[in-house]
């Protein structure tokens, strides 16, 4: 895949950009080991310091970083600029609690008596060079919120950025730069995907970190392996969204309108599969199929588009692609369906009804703003098709009986379950999941932990 920003909206190539070659890439490693060497000694002051003038200043480009994000990948302005604004966040709070996080623990003295030792402490120490492989979805937030706990515990990064979204990646890494932190810190590698395994297996990389498709984790984890080196894996989901009889309807329609098409749809942790009891189905679905043909199609350039284009046609097509094998097998269209004539690569807000295990949709992750419907018979039927997937990012329940919230947190398979509302990232909660969504987490203390020595430090008597 070519290394170029094309404008989703209308197929025009913007900006192309040549892959880094041996010789460059070698001194961008030697460059992010000598950097490590020294910036692990630095103080969690003066990674904060530098920290929260890179949100400083993220604030300030917040318009221009939107608009590139909206013309590299097709994210509506509006999302777009929200984005910027929760990558800044994410970096204050991480300045403001990484000491607190990475601090010192000093067990309890009748826990290690009978250890030989006068004193034990653990102590949180920095890996090094980290290769992070990010997707283009959230371009922004997805590589701060792995750029901003790292560099906090005392690593650096190398990142792989997707190859759509090119100038994204190089602005994370001006930007970084501009904020003070020294050179080397974080660097953005123009590569093609043929070039991480040696980069990965290369001595001065430590781990990797990556979002995107189970294949691509799947390759990633294989060489990570073989070199006995850490990763975290983030690899997409079809996530459940339950509706039982005691939820408020009205609310839980209306917020699943933009669970699921966050985005344009292409969000790991957008909601795609609606589970509803029958007692309340047919009220669900006409409200949300209601709200679904609502949505402004368009622009993404526009204040007031809801839904922007597919990143890709390569995407588009995959879409198309499960859609029709679901209608061929019997599903009923109840809005969407078909591509709109015109340039860019759109794609409507579709709800599908009458889905069945044997449809692909079933299995497969629908990466776009399409929705299935099942109506279910109880909370047992609701656990068992929310379960069939093989995939455990995180899940939506909407109930307010306290003895089905039990079951469905006890049951659900999966790294998240909210609770009368919508899946959403936040700094302060860890975010990863199960089965073949991936393992590891990300954010919160569990996220800059990933990424660090947990050292036992044992003192004699």
């Given at each position: 895949?070519?290394?170029?920003?094309?404008?989703?909206?209308?197929?025009?190539?913007?900006?192309?950009?040549?892959?880094?070659?041996?010789?460059?890439?070698?001194?961008?490693?030697?460059?992010?080991?000598?950097?490590?060497?020294?910036?692990?000694?630095?103080?969690?002051?003066?990674?904060a310091?530098l920290?929260?003038?890179?949100?400083?200043?993220?604030?300030?480009?917040?318009?221009?970083?939107?608009?590139?994000?909206?013309t590299?990948?097709?994210?509506?302005?509006?999302?777009?600029?929200?984005?910027?604004?929760?990558?800044?966040?994410?970096?204050?709070?991480?300045?403001?609690?990484?000491?607190?996080?990475l601090?010192?623990?000093?067990?309890?003295?009748?826990?290690?008596?009978?250890?030989?030792?006068?004193?034990?402490?653990?102590?949180?120490?920095?890996?090094?060079?980290?290769?992070?492989?990010?997707?283009?979805?959230?371009?922004?937030w997805?590589?701060?919120?792995?750029?901003?706990?790292?560099?906090?515990?005392?690593?650096?990064?190398?990142?792989?950025?997707?190859?759509?979204?090119?100038?994204?990646?190089?602005?994370?890494?001006?930007?970084?730069?501009?904020?003070?932190?020294?050179?080397?810190?974080?660097?953005?590698?123009?590569?093609?995907?043929?070039?991480?395994?040696?980069?990965?297996?290369?001595?001065?990389?430590?781990?990797?970190?990556?979002?995107?498709?189970?294949?691509?984790?799947?390759a990633?984890?294989?060489?990570?392996?073989?070199?006995?080196?850490?990763?975290?894996?983030?690899?997409?989901?079809?996530?459940?969204?339950?509706?039982?009889?005691?939820?408020?309807?009205?609310?839980?329609?209306?917020?699943?309108?933009?669970?699921?098409?966050?985005?344009?749809?292409?969000?790991?942790?957008?909601?795609?599969?609606?589970?509803?009891?029958?007692?309340?189905?047919?009220?669900?679905?006409e409200?949300?199929?209601?709200?679904?043909?609502?949505?402004?199609?368009?622009?993404?350039?526009?204040?007031?588009?809801?839904?922007?284009?597919?990143?890709?046609?390569?995407?588009?097509?995959?879409?198309?692609?499960?859609?029709?094998d679901?209608?061929?097998?019997?599903?009923?269209?109840?809005?969407?369906?078909?591509?709109?004539?015109?340039?860019?690569?759109?794609?409507?807000?579709?709800?599908?009804?009458?889905?069945?295990?044997?449809?692909?949709?079933h299995?497969?992750?629908?990466?776009?703003?399409?929705?299935?419907?099942?109506?279910?018979?109880?909370?047992?039927?609701?656990?068992?098709?929310?379960?069939?997937?093989?995939?455990?990012?995180?899940?939506?329940?909407?109930?307010?009986?306290?003895?089905?919230?039990?079951?469905?947190?006890?049951?659900?398979?999966?790294?998240?379950?909210y609770?009368?509302g919508?899946?959403?990232?936040?700094?302060?909660?860890?975010?990863?999941?199960?089965?073949?969504?991936?393992?590891?987490?990300?954010?919160?203390?569990?996220?800059?932990?990933?990424?660090?020595?947990?050292?036992?430090?044992?003192?004699?008597?």
């Amino acid at each position: 895949m070519a290394i170029a920003t094309v404008n989703p909206a209308n197929g025009e190539t913007i900006k192309t950009y040549d892959a880094l070659g041996e010789e460059e890439i070698e001194r961008r490693l030697a460059t992010a080991d000598s950097a490590f060497r020294t910036y692990r000694t630095t103080s969690f002051d003066e990674r904060a310091r530098l920290l929260r003038r890179a949100a400083e200043l993220l604030d300030e480009d917040a318009e221009d970083i939107a608009y590139v994000m909206t013309t590299e990948m097709g994210k509506p302005i509006r999302q777009a600029r929200a984005e910027a604004a929760k990558c800044a966040k994410a970096m204050r709070w991480y300045a403001d609690h990484a000491a607190r996080l990475l601090a010192d623990e000093e067990p309890a003295e009748s826990d290690v008596e009978d250890s030989g030792a006068s004193r034990v402490l653990v102590r949180y120490r920095p890996l090094g060079p980290v290769l992070a492989v990010m997707p283009w979805n959230f371009p922004f937030w997805q590589v701060v919120r792995f750029a901003a706990p790292a560099l906090m515990a005392g690593n650096v990064g190398l990142l792989k950025h997707a190859s759509n979204v090119p100038q994204t990646a190089l602005y994370l890494e001006d930007l970084f730069h501009r904020a003070g932190f020294p050179e080397g810190c974080f660097q953005t590698l123009l590569i093609g995907s043929g070039a991480v395994e040696d980069i990965l297996r290369d001595p001065r990389v430590k781990a990797a970190t990556l979002t995107g498709s189970e294949p691509a984790g799947r390759a990633v984890a294989s060489v990570a392996g073989d070199e006995v080196k850490k990763t975290v894996l983030e690899l997409g989901g079809s996530d459940p969204y339950v509706v039982m009889p005691s939820a408020d309807v009205d609310r839980a329609a209306k917020t699943a309108v933009t669970a699921r098409v966050q985005n344009t749809g292409q969000s790991c942790i957008a909601a795609k599969r609606f589970i509803v009891h029958t007692d309340v189905f047919d009220a669900f679905a006409e409200r949300f199929t209601e709200g679904m043909k609502t949505l402004k199609v368009g622009d993404p350039l526009e204040e007031d588009t809801d839904v922007g284009p597919l990143s890709s046609e390569r995407g588009r097509e995959d879409l198309e692609a499960l859609v029709g094998d679901a209608v061929e097998s019997g599903a009923t269209v109840l809005c969407g369906g078909e591509r709109p004539d015109g340039p860019g690569w759109y794609y409507p807000p579709t709800v599908l009804a009458d889905v069945t295990p044997g449809m692909r949709i079933h299995h497969e992750e629908a990466f776009g703003p399409v929705a299935t419907l099942y109506r279910v018979a109880d909370l047992n039927e609701a656990v068992a098709i929310a379960n069939d997937t093989p995939f455990g990012l995180s899940s939506n329940v909407w109930t307010r009986d306290g003895a089905e919230v039990d079951r469905f947190v006890r049951d659900l398979e999966a790294g998240g379950v909210y609770i009368n509302g919508m899946t959403a990232s936040h700094p302060a909660l860890p975010f990863g999941g199960a089965k073949r969504s991936g393992y590891g987490r990300e954010l919160s203390g569990h996220g800059i932990r990933e990424f660090c020595n947990i050292t036992t430090v044992w003192h004699g008597a």
